[in-house]
């Protein structure tokens, strides 16, 4: 690099920053603030949860309650990732490679569960199951159990993590386009073919990537679930509703031994995030090239 | 296309629809009454209060945050640009018996705090500190793609013109982070005001003082006052509605923006 060139470079970069006591203030003011917010917090729940050793830790999470809180979140996860997949993917195929009126105000309904706030979105089901509610008598007459019971819950976690998988899905299917699958269409293949052997390669990742944040939420769900399990103990119980109960009797290990495993699954799945956002990049890069 | 419809029907549309059926056997001076009822509306004042103060907040650190992430380079930089997303993951009543063993008279950061004489925990100077966990990846989430393709040339065109950094950031950087910024805040806010699991554990939860609109909707069910909690339930979603109606506003005058350059 010649002199000159090497000046203006150095000029160019000059020009887009800041000088070294704001950088170093801003740095700083972003360093503390996500350690008080973010580390901290976090680094506290694995200290209670072993704060008396790594036997009473493992006690904890035997416990006949807690093993039923796990399977409970696991059976709910299963349930709402599984019909929010299903649902997403269709969803997502509906507004990326089709146009229709109305379009954007299906995806403002898409995206409505998430400024829902968690406990309104358990009372709706409360309205509409419950004793008083709309299909409230009908259901009791059937004997049919949805409030504070399984399908309650696995509803009320579905309603809450609608929007994962069709949000992941959207971007990803519009910046592809429908060019590939007219081609294969075009080429004497099935609708069924076409999804299976077209769309679905091209969007594992996003599809995998909505997937884990759903799953996450699912299992972490606490406001919506609250309203509608009933805290049914050692039946209706997820893990994030043990955590407050043992929480509020004053069972500080148990209540942290159990959030040291949800926080767990957030950590995985933030890192199997930041893995999977390199896998979209590189597809997207790829594509363009 | 139908199956997306009638999917959206089921899990979505209905039970919202109910919600407002419900609400319509009230009148009109019933549900006034309920609404204006002392501590519902303290419970309303105290969760839009905070959520706004918390939602400030977030805009200012989280532009820090932002601008330090994709302008600097500094150890541990990308470890601190994943964790911004830990409020989203971690589970809320994690969140919750965390920060409340954190700031509690004897935590690591409450014994400090409370020898100044600050008390955080059971107050609702708790509740607005959980409500800004909770906001934290909004703002970084939303203006950092558009800082990172922000075109350079437009802050050498200013500096070169004579315009001193402040003046760059402040006069040419900032308008064009602006849309983001305000749909960073619009769903931080929206987040913070029906945030339920992170607050109630710290906010001690005491009526007019530090209850919050969502914790009453939960105490009213358990006391079977339906009525009540599908009043202060509509009002919450009223406000939904109108904040996702001012980020669809604000997406398409970003887009519009965008094409004015």
């Not at chain 1, 309650?65 to 709910?76: D, P, Q, R, W």
């Not at chain 1, 146009?99 to 569960?113: A, Q, R, S, V, Y």
């Not at chain 1, 971007?171 to 293949?189: D, H, I, N, R, V």
Request: aromatic share 10%.
């Amino acid at each position: 690099m010649s002199e000159a060139a090497f000046a203006i470079s150095r000029d160019r970069n000059d020009a887009r920053t800041e000088p070294r006591w704001v950088r170093a203030l801003l740095i700083g003011l972003c360093i503390l603030f996500l350690t008080v917010f973010i580390v901290l917090p976090l680094t506290i729940v694995f200290a209670e949860a072993f704060a008396r050793g790594g036997q009473v830790y493992l006690a904890a999470l035997v416990e006949p309650e807690a093993l039923s809180a796990i399977k409970l979140t696991l059976t709910v996860a299963a349930i709402s990732v599984g019909l929010n997949l299903v649902f997403g993917l269709i969803a997502a195929w509906a507004v990326a490679k089709f146009e229709f009126p109305g379009k954007t105000l299906l995806i403002t309904l898409i995206d409505l569960p998430f400024s829902v706030s968690p406990v309104v979105s358990g009372l709706v089901f409360v309205l509409l199951f419950g004793g008083q509610g709309f299909l409230g008598p009908w259901l009791q007459d059937h004997d049919i159990q949805i409030l504070f019971a399984l399908p309650g819950i696995a509803l009320a976690t579905t309603f809450v993590t609608f929007p994962f998988v069709s949000r992941a899905l959207i971007p990803l299917m519009q910046e592809q386009g429908t060019a590939e699958e007219e081609a294969a269409l075009s080429l004497g293949a099935s609708g069924l073919q076409t999804f299976f052997r077209v769309t679905l390669p091209n969007i594992k990742w996003g599809l995998l990537y909505g997937v884990l944040l759903c799953n996450a939420r699912a299992m972490g769900e606490f406001g919506a679930v609250s309203v509608v399990s009933g805290h049914i103990r050692g039946e209706t119980n997820t893990m994030p509703l043990l955590v407050e109960i043992l929480y509020n009797e004053y069972q500080f290990v148990a209540a942290f031994a159990v959030a040291s495993l949800l926080a767990l699954l957030a950590l995985i799945t933030l890192i199997a995030k930041t893995i999977l956002e390199g896998q979209l990049d590189e597809g997207r890069q790829t594509r363009e090239h | 296309m139908g199956l997306t419809l009638t999917w959206l029907s089921i899990i979505v549309l209905i039970p919202l629809a109910g919600l407002f059926l419900k609400s319509f056997e009230l009148d009109l001076a019933q549900f006034v009454d309920i609404i204006t009822s002392r501590r519902t509306l303290n419970a309303l004042k105290i969760s839009f209060g905070l959520a706004f103060l918390a939602a400030l907040v977030n805009l200012v650190m989280g532009s820090i945050i932002v601008w330090a992430l994709v302008r600097y380079r500094f150890p541990g930089r990308r470890i601190f640009d994943a964790i911004v997303d830990v409020p989203f993951a971690l589970p809320t009543a994690v969140a919750g018996i965390a920060l409340t063993t954190l700031f509690a008279q004897n935590g690591w950061l409450g014994a400090p705090l409370a020898e100044l004489g600050i008390k955080v925990s059971y107050t609702p100077l708790g509740i607005f500190l959980a409500m800004v966990f909770i906001g934290i990846p909004f703002v970084v989430r939303t203006v950092q793609p558009v800082l990172i393709d922000l075109d350079p040339e437009i802050e050498e065109a200013a500096a070169s013109l004579g315009a001193s950094r402040w003046q760059t950031v402040w006069r040419v950087v900032l308008p064009s982070l602006f849309p983001a910024l305000l749909t960073g805040f619009a769903l931080a806010f929206a987040r913070a005001v029906g945030e339920y699991g992170s607050v109630i554990f710290i906010a001690g939860n005491l009526p007019n003082v530090s209850e919050i609109a969502p914790l009453l909707i939960v105490i009213r069910l358990s006391e079977f006052r339906y009525a009540d909690a599908t009043a202060i339930a509509v009002v919450m979603l009223l406000v939904s509605f109108l904040v996702i109606f001012v980020i669809n506003r604000l997406q398409r005058w970003a887009r519009a923006q965008e094409q004015a350059y």
